[in-house]
């Protein structure tokens, strides 16, 4: 499930309201659209497109993927739990 276009450009035009603003949104658009949201249990499996901080769960990113780097990585994991 995804934010609608009229919660995305809610979003869009708190973002000019400043960051107040926008948490303030969220915190309604979490209550009201909980689906469009990540948590702890589905965020480890979300795909980035950029690579996200060390600390944020993920499966990777498309970077890593174009270049390999996740492939291998993947194939590191397995051959260790072997």
Not at 7 to 14: G, M, N, P, V, W
Not at 50 to 76: L, Q
């Amino acid at each position: 499930m995804y934010l609608t276009l009229l919660q995305r450009q809610d979003l869009r035009e708190a973002s000019a309201d400043g960051v107040g603003e926008v948490g303030r949104l969220l915190k309604l658009l979490q209550e009201a659209n909980s689906e469009a949201f990540h948590t702890e249990q589905t965020q480890p499996l979300r795909m980035f497109h950029h690579a996200p901080p060390r600390s944020v769960p993920n499966s990777g990113f498309v970077g890593s993927i174009a270049s390999g780097r996740t492939t291998r990585a993947m194939e590191g994991r397995i051959r260790r739990k072997t």
